[in-house]
């Protein structure tokens, strides 16, 4: 069985400072980890992935996120937010050895920006 | 990049009438598509998967009588809330897999519906 946590529902930071969306994983099998975001009115887009390859995973928009499988993590961050970043994020895990179909989400993270 | 095309964007309906939602992958043959829906202020949970040309799989919990699936080609899949009540009134949104992994896999923009 997997699933997904993100520890905080809603985070808002000032324009110009770092942004950390924490995510925690379980899942029984070598997990892959996907970061999406969703604009209003907008479908999910991909922001980064992790798949077994390197721990830091560069993503688009300046975002990254570091797999730690001792701590179970997958958090996302931006060293400076943007206005543009305010969207809902959402931390994502399949199980890699498995079927593939299983797609398990996180319950989002409202990400607002202030000026 | 690939593109899913989710239609309509809203849709507003009776209660007892039905209502069909496409989902089209656009510039590439998805085999497979799912279905999402999202309540409110929670996550998205899957409904059921669908494979081209055969019926879809349902997740435990939804009803399979209720909520139609039909993907009858590559690029399109629709899924049709039959009789629906307010309690249908939900976000779904759909996406479509390019390849046997959920590596390429792509979302479409969501359908909100609200049954009055």
């Known amino acids: 069985a997997q699933s997904v946590t993100q520890l905080d529902s809603h985070v808002s930071v000032s324009e110009g400072t770092p942004v950390l969306l924490r995510c925690n994983y379980s899942?029984?099998?070598?997990?892959?980890l996907f970061w999406y975001v969703q604009h209003p009115n907008k479908g999910l887009q991909l922001l980064l992935k992790?798949?077994?390859?390197?721990?830091l995973v560069k993503g688009i928009n300046g975002f990254e996120a570091e797999f730690k499988k001792s701590e179970t993590s997958f958090h996302l961050t931006k060293p400076s937010a943007h206005m543009s970043d305010a969207a809902e994020y959402f931390c994502?895990?399949?199980?890699?050895?498995?079927?593939?179909?299983?797609?398990?989400f996180g319950g989002g993270t409202r990400l607002m920006v202030k000026p | 990049g690939a593109v899913v095309s989710q239609h309509p964007s809203r849709v507003i309906c009776k209660s007892g009438t039905s209502v069909k939602i496409e989902c089209r992958s656009l510039d590439f043959q998805a085999t497979t598509m799912f279905w999402y829906r999202q309540f409110p202020k929670q996550s998205l949970m899957l409904m059921a998967t669908s494979n081209e040309g055969s019926k879809a799989t349902y997740e435990q919990g939804v009803e399979k009588d209720k909520f139609l699936i039909n993907h009858a080609s590559l690029t399109l899949s629709t899924l049709t809330v039959t009789s629906a009540h307010p309690e249908d009134s939900s976000f779904y949104i759909c996406?479509?897999?390019?390849?046997?992994?959920?590596?390429?896999?792509?979302f479409g923009s969501g359908t909100q519906l609200s049954v009055l």
């Open positions: 992790y798949t077994s390859a390197a721990t």
């Open positions: 994502v895990v399949s199980d890699r050895d498995n079927a593939g179909n299983m797609l398990t």
């Open positions: 899942s029984s099998y070598s997990p892959s």
């Open positions: 996406s479509a897999r390019a390849g046997v992994t959920n590596e390429k896999l792509f």
